[in-house]
């Protein structure tokens, strides 16, 4: 697990918080294991999160967010 001050990269700590059945749900509109399209999407992801919009099934945990948050707030590293 990553600390708060810890520098996050999307193909090991953001992508593997998306399931494959949550890629599946959204790829219609976007890809949730592509980097561009996570970036292009970041503000609306969280923001679906937050709410409870995503994913279908049940909220993620509030640290899942957070790191999410963390990573757009860092400037979105690869």
């Known amino acids: ?7 996050l990269g999307f193909e090991q700590d ?3 918080l998306f399931r494959q059945k ?5 790829l ?4 949730l294991f592509d ?3 996570v970036v292009e999407k970041a503000d609306a992801i969280v923001g679906s999160l937050r709410s409870g919009q ?7 945990p509030a ?6 948050q963390r990573w757009i707030d860092a400037g979105m590293p690869a």
């Open 1 to 7: 697990m990553t600390a708060p001050g810890d520098k």
């Open 14 to 16: 953001i992508k593997p």
């Open 22 to 26: 949550d890629r599946d749900a959204m």
């Open 28 to 31: 219609a509109g976007f890809d």
């Open 35 to 37: 980097y561009d399209d």
């Open 54 to 60: 995503m994913p279908c099934d049940g909220a993620w």
């Open 63 to 68: 640290e899942q967010v957070d790191k999410l």
